[in-house]
Nanobody, 125 residues
Framework: VQLQASGGGLVQAGDSLRLSCVAS????????MGWFRQAPGKERAFVAT????????YYSDSVKGRFTISRDNAKNTVYPQMNSLKPEDTAVYYC???????????????????WGQGTQVTVSS
Protein backbone atom coordinates (compact mmCIF):
# COMPACT_ATOMS: atom_id res chain seq x y z
CA VAL A 1 0.00 0.00 0.00
CA GLN A 2 1.31 3.42 -0.93
CA LEU A 3 -0.03 6.45 0.88
CA GLN A 4 0.22 10.04 -0.31
CA ALA A 5 -0.71 12.79 2.13
CA SER A 6 -1.38 16.35 1.06
CA GLY A 7 -3.21 19.52 2.03
CA GLY A 8 -0.93 20.94 4.67
CA GLY A 9 0.00 24.58 4.85
CA LEU A 10 0.30 27.72 6.94
CA VAL A 11 -2.91 28.96 8.55
CA GLN A 12 -3.91 31.24 11.40
CA ALA A 13 -5.33 30.17 14.71
CA GLY A 14 -9.04 29.51 14.36
CA ASP A 15 -8.83 28.60 10.69
CA SER A 16 -9.79 25.28 9.13
CA LEU A 17 -7.83 22.91 6.96
CA ARG A 18 -8.63 19.61 5.29
CA LEU A 19 -5.89 17.11 4.67
CA SER A 20 -6.13 14.21 2.26
CA CYS A 21 -4.45 10.84 2.05
CA VAL A 22 -4.78 8.85 -1.14
CA ALA A 23 -4.00 5.14 -1.06
CA SER A 24 -2.93 2.93 -3.91
CA UNK A 25 -1.70 -0.58 -4.41
CA UNK A 26 -4.24 -2.59 -2.48
CA UNK A 27 -7.86 -2.81 -1.43
CA UNK A 28 -8.30 0.48 0.39
CA UNK A 29 -11.77 -0.37 1.62
CA UNK A 30 -10.44 -3.18 3.79
CA UNK A 31 -7.95 -1.04 5.72
CA UNK A 32 -8.19 0.89 8.93
CA MET A 33 -6.85 4.39 8.34
CA GLY A 34 -5.20 6.54 10.96
CA TRP A 35 -3.68 9.99 11.30
CA PHE A 36 -0.76 10.82 13.53
CA ARG A 37 1.27 13.96 14.00
CA GLN A 38 4.75 14.80 15.12
CA ALA A 39 5.80 18.17 16.41
CA PRO A 40 9.48 19.17 16.59
CA GLY A 41 11.22 17.45 19.46
CA LYS A 42 8.20 15.30 20.29
CA GLU A 43 7.16 11.75 19.62
CA ARG A 44 4.63 10.84 16.96
CA ALA A 45 1.17 11.16 18.50
CA PHE A 46 -2.21 9.70 17.61
CA VAL A 47 -4.78 12.06 16.10
CA ALA A 48 -7.67 9.99 14.74
CA THR A 49 -8.61 6.66 13.25
CA UNK A 50 -11.47 5.34 11.15
CA UNK A 51 -12.64 1.83 10.48
CA UNK A 52 -12.77 0.40 6.95
CA UNK A 53 -16.55 0.92 6.92
CA UNK A 54 -16.36 4.53 8.08
CA UNK A 55 -17.49 3.66 11.59
CA UNK A 56 -16.39 3.76 14.30
CA UNK A 57 -14.04 6.69 14.54
CA TYR A 58 -11.83 7.65 17.47
CA TYR A 59 -9.96 10.82 18.29
CA SER A 60 -7.30 11.94 20.69
CA ASP A 61 -8.57 14.15 23.48
CA SER A 62 -6.58 17.06 22.09
CA VAL A 63 -8.55 17.16 18.82
CA LYS A 64 -11.92 15.74 19.85
CA GLY A 65 -14.71 18.10 18.88
CA ARG A 66 -12.50 20.01 16.43
CA PHE A 67 -11.33 17.36 13.97
CA THR A 68 -13.49 14.99 11.95
CA ILE A 69 -12.09 12.01 10.07
CA SER A 70 -13.94 10.57 7.10
CA ARG A 71 -13.20 8.38 4.13
CA ASP A 72 -14.36 7.85 0.58
CA ASN A 73 -13.63 4.27 -0.37
CA ALA A 74 -14.59 4.93 -4.00
CA LYS A 75 -11.75 7.48 -4.18
CA ASN A 76 -9.33 5.57 -1.92
CA THR A 77 -9.05 8.67 0.19
CA VAL A 78 -9.26 9.55 3.86
CA TYR A 79 -9.80 13.10 5.08
CA PRO A 80 -9.27 14.75 8.42
CA GLN A 81 -11.25 17.98 8.54
CA MET A 82 -9.48 20.18 11.05
CA ASN A 83 -11.42 23.11 12.48
CA SER A 84 -10.62 25.72 15.12
CA LEU A 85 -6.91 25.12 14.65
CA LYS A 86 -4.55 26.09 17.43
CA PRO A 87 -0.81 26.80 17.41
CA GLU A 88 -0.31 23.55 19.32
CA ASP A 89 -1.69 21.69 16.31
CA THR A 90 1.47 22.61 14.42
CA ALA A 91 3.16 19.39 13.33
CA VAL A 92 3.90 17.09 10.44
CA TYR A 93 0.79 15.02 9.86
CA TYR A 94 1.08 11.41 8.73
CA CYS A 95 -1.53 9.01 7.45
CA UNK A 96 -1.18 5.32 8.10
CA UNK A 97 -3.05 2.14 7.34
CA UNK A 98 -3.43 -1.38 8.61
CA UNK A 99 -5.64 -4.33 7.85
CA UNK A 100 -8.41 -5.42 10.12
CA UNK A 101 -10.81 -3.34 12.20
CA UNK A 102 -10.47 -0.46 14.62
CA UNK A 103 -9.46 -1.87 17.96
CA UNK A 104 -7.93 -0.77 21.23
CA UNK A 105 -4.46 -0.66 19.68
CA UNK A 106 -5.50 1.64 16.81
CA UNK A 107 -4.14 4.61 18.72
CA UNK A 108 -0.62 3.22 18.66
CA UNK A 109 1.68 3.98 15.77
CA UNK A 110 3.37 0.60 15.96
CA UNK A 111 0.12 -1.15 15.09
CA UNK A 112 0.08 0.36 11.59
CA UNK A 113 1.80 -1.28 8.66
CA UNK A 114 2.01 1.47 6.05
CA TRP A 115 2.82 5.17 6.29
CA GLY A 116 2.62 8.19 4.06
CA GLN A 117 5.37 10.77 3.77
CA GLY A 118 3.75 13.44 5.94
CA THR A 119 2.45 16.92 5.30
CA GLN A 120 3.36 20.01 7.32
CA VAL A 121 0.67 21.97 9.11
CA THR A 122 1.69 25.23 10.72
CA VAL A 123 -0.75 27.28 12.76
CA SER A 124 0.27 30.83 13.61
CA SER A 125 -1.10 32.68 16.60
Amino acid sequence: VQLQASGGGLVQAGDSLRLSCVASGSTFSSYVMGWFRQAPGKERAFVATINWSGYPTYYSDSVKGRFTISRDNAKNTVYPQMNSLKPEDTAVYYCASKQGIVSEDSGYAQSYDYWGQGTQVTVSS
